[in-house]
């Protein structure tokens, strides 16, 4: 079994505003997310408005995972255990993710 298969169990999805191109795969605590686009992971955090929540990105990571957890620290981000375990289980870099998640969704 790969990250990613195991990432699926422990992700949770959110609702992101139609405007927000980023994909939530993990929520790191109430309030915090971890999305992705195409070249990067992206940290998000939830704003109420009257509509709802939206989830404003606050930092881009493209390179490794030890870039990815020094921001989180840096950004104070609450992550909750079990998105710790999720974030371990993550491949070193955004490029090893990405292509994981590529393989996981092409079969």
Not at 28 to 49: C, N, T, Y
Not at 62 to 79: D, Q, Y
Request: net charge positive; glycine share 8%; with cysteine.
């Amino acid at each position: 079994m790969n990250n990613i298969s195991k990432l699926r169990g422990a992700a949770e999805r959110g609702l992101v505003p139609h405007d927000n191109q980023d994909a939530i795969f993990l929520h790191l605590s109430d309030g915090w997310a971890l999305g992705h686009g195409q070249r990067q992971w992206v940290l998000m955090r939830a704003k109420k408005r009257r509509e709802g929540r939206y989830w404003n990105p606050v930092a881009f990571i493209a390179t490794e995972k030890r870039i990815l957890r020094r921001v989180l620290a840096e950004k104070g981000a609450v992550i909750s255990s079990g998105a710790e375990r999720v974030i371990d289980a993550l491949p070193d870099t955004f490029k090893e993710w990405l292509a994981e998640l590529d393989k996981c969704e092409a079969s």
